[in-house]
């Protein structure tokens, strides 16, 4: 919880040049936006899964009454994909990691390596 420290980061940067695969995500909200770009400004082999403003989009389909409204001034640039703040800002509503929960776990599924 939280942006990532640098130490974390150099630490998560560490396992990259061991050959880990980084992938980042984080929630659809200015937080969110922030950890992914402290990440992925820290660790260049970083790549995002499921960040992109088709995958915000897809996490707003199911409608939910009580939703959290964004500081659309506040969120930071999302370099890596540059629709998604557009996209964000349009819609005004924050979208959470949940929402994309049988979609992140069936891309887990997807690339599980037995032993």
Do not use: C
């Not at 922030?34 to 992925?40: E, F, P, Y």
């Not at 389909?61 to 370099?79: E, F, I, M, N, Y």
């Amino acid at each position: 919880m939280g942006t990532p420290s640098a130490l974390e980061i150099k630490a998560i940067g560490r396992l990259a040049d061991a050959g880990w695969q980084v992938a980042v995500r984080a929630d659809f909200d200015q937080a969110g936006l922030q950890h992914v770009a402290s990440l992925l400004a820290g660790i260049p082999s970083a790549f995002t899964w499921r960040m992109n403003a088709a995958d915000y989009l897809g996490s707003l389909a199911g409608s939910a009454p009580g939703r959290t409204r964004l500081d659309t001034v506040a969120l930071p640039a999302t370099a890596w994909d540059p629709n998604l703040r557009v996209v964000m800002t349009k819609s005004g509503y924050a979208a959470y990691e949940e929402a994309l929960i049988d979609q992140l776990l069936d891309d887990l599924l997807k690339h599980a390596t037995t032993v």
